[in-house]
């Protein structure tokens, strides 16, 4: 088995790895190390939690400790383009926890703060840049950053970089950098537009694929359960009266649906903290450390927090409203079962979200177990009985005037602040018109939910092992 010591990296490195108890590389690290080292271009295809931060950071350190030089005042010799504030963080975290022994400077950029203390930490120079698009785009209009010195271009999840309408900033963060330069190129799935992106940013790469695109997490229990949007709450409540549910992130598809949603599970004494474009670097920091620490029992997030985000334990992933890109799904489910572990994903489907139901399993190549909850008389029972969430807006406002791609396939969402830079609109999302897709089902009251194999959305469905909902 190959271990970081073959890969001839700097000394300072290897201590680095040690400490942290690292020996042997992840299979993105194993395959695009080496290439990396050597100068080469590189196009990743990855998901997130498969070790590619990794895998691009240690050898651009290692080229950092073998060419040693002075970074331009305002300007960086490595440049790191991500689309959120948390994978930002992250990312800028790694390349210190692995540089630590080699003296390396990082900076990282992003929108949601003031701009003070990032122009103090620009001003000398750094090793390593990590920005959100948005946020380095107004520094260069400033003159604050310069990217003339940038020898490395790293572009991370380069396909949320899509929905999230980053691409043209791209292009013209692209346009500071010095055409000839190192780039390294990663995303989970290639759709056409970032297809084309990398062709125009990669020369000759060296082309690394650790999963199937599109394809979900193989250790991870998917369900879907039918049921109407009216009593989502009711159901979400009942899922949470099983213990299994220790730690648990639900994503909702707007701003204000998070916050009513995580009010909602208070009410009902389920521990509970959002996390969406609209909070404050402080507010978001503080909720993720909440619940990596067991503090709250549930996240309640925006898309935003889909990808990059690496939580241990989370035991199960709920989608409480389908996401419009069929890829999302994916990268939301990928939250759980991450180093090996097991894990589940639950995801509602009202009937207006049949249509997107179909498109992911169309995208994912795979029939999701179902059961149908529509008509259920506990479900009803149990909503007449919970208070309505108090001091959250209904999101009706988050929703208005989206425009759809065809007849029912909802456009990308083109947020040129949501989720990387705190700015911009307010909505994270749209609803999605639709009909059909995901099967037939029979009423509830005809089949009880979780009694025993039943059919939904095309396939059978098999009952959990214990409880509402068991983890395997």
């Not at 929108?111 to 000398?124: E, I, L, T």
């Not at 759709?191 to 060296?206: H, Q, R, V, Y």
């Not at 549930?298 to 069929?326: E, F, K």
Request: charged content about 25%.
């Amino acid at each position: 088995m190959t271990e970081f010591t073959d890969f001839g990296l700097a000394a300072p490195l290897l201590k680095a790895l040690a400490a942290e108890g690292y020996t042997h590389p992840t299979p993105i690290q194993a395959q695009a190390i080496p290439g990396v080292m050597a100068g080469r271009d590189l196009q990743g295809i990855a998901q997130t939690g498969t070790g590619k931060t990794a895998a691009f950071a240690l050898p651009i350190l290692h080229r950092l400790a073998a060419e040693k030089r002075r970074p331009e005042p305002k300007g960086a010799r490595v440049l790191v383009l991500s689309p959120t504030r948390e994978l930002a963080s992250q990312i800028g975290e790694s390349f210190r926890t692995y540089g630590k022994h080699m003296g390396v400077t990082v900076a990282v950029i992003f929108g949601g703060v003031k701009y003070g203390a990032q122009h103090k930490a620009m001003a000398n120079g750094v090793d390593v840049l990590v920005a959100t698009p948005g946020r380095l785009l107004d520094h260069l209009q400033e003159r604050t950053i310069n990217l003339r010195g940038v020898e490395i271009f790293v572009l991370d999840e380069a396909d949320q970089m899509l929905d999230l309408g980053f691409v043209l900033p791209i292009r013209k963060i692209v346009a500071h950098i010095p055409k000839v330069r190192q780039n390294l190129f990663f995303s989970a799935t290639m759709p056409t537009e970032i297809g084309k992106l990398a062709s125009e940013l990669l020369n000759d790469p060296l082309r690394v694929s650790v999963t199937p695109q599109a394809t979900t997490v193989e250790k991870v229990n998917q369900r879907v359960l039918f049921v109407e949007q009216s009593r989502k709450r009711a159901l979400l409540s009942e899922l949470f009266d099983d213990q299994g549910f220790k730690r648990v992130i639900v994503f909702t598809r707007t701003k204000r649906g998070a916050d009513r949603v995580a009010r909602g599970l208070e009410q009902v004494g389920v521990e509970a903290a959002s996390i969406h474009g609209d909070k404050s670097q402080g507010q978001r920091e503080r909720a993720l450390a909440d619940f990596k620490a067991g503090k709250v029992r549930a996240l309640v997030a925006t898309d935003i927090a889909a990808r990059g985000i690496d939580i241990d334990a989370v035991t199960h992933v709920v989608q409480y409203d389908l996401p419009n890109v069929p890829e999302s799904y994916v990268h939301r489910i990928g939250r759980t079962a991450r180093a090996g572990a097991d894990g589940s994903a639950v995801a509602f489907c009202s009937d207006d979200e049949r249509t997107l139901l179909r498109d992911i399993q169309k995208v994912t190549r795979q029939t999701i177990p179902s059961f149908d909850r529509r008509n259920d008389k506990q479900l009803g029972a149990a909503t007449a009985a919970m208070p309505e969430p108090q001091g959250v807006k209904p999101d009706r406002a988050d929703t208005r005037g989206q425009p759809h791609r065809g007849k029912h396939q909802p456009k990308r969402n083109r947020n040129h602040g949501g989720g990387g830079n705190g700015g911009g609109h307010r909505h994270e999302g749209a609803p999605a018109r639709g009909n059909g897709g995901g099967g037939e089902n029979k009423p509830a009251q005809q089949r009880p939910a979780f009694k025993g194999p039943q059919r939904g959305g095309g396939g059978a469905a098999s009952p959990p092992r214990s409880g509402v909902w068991s983890n395997r």
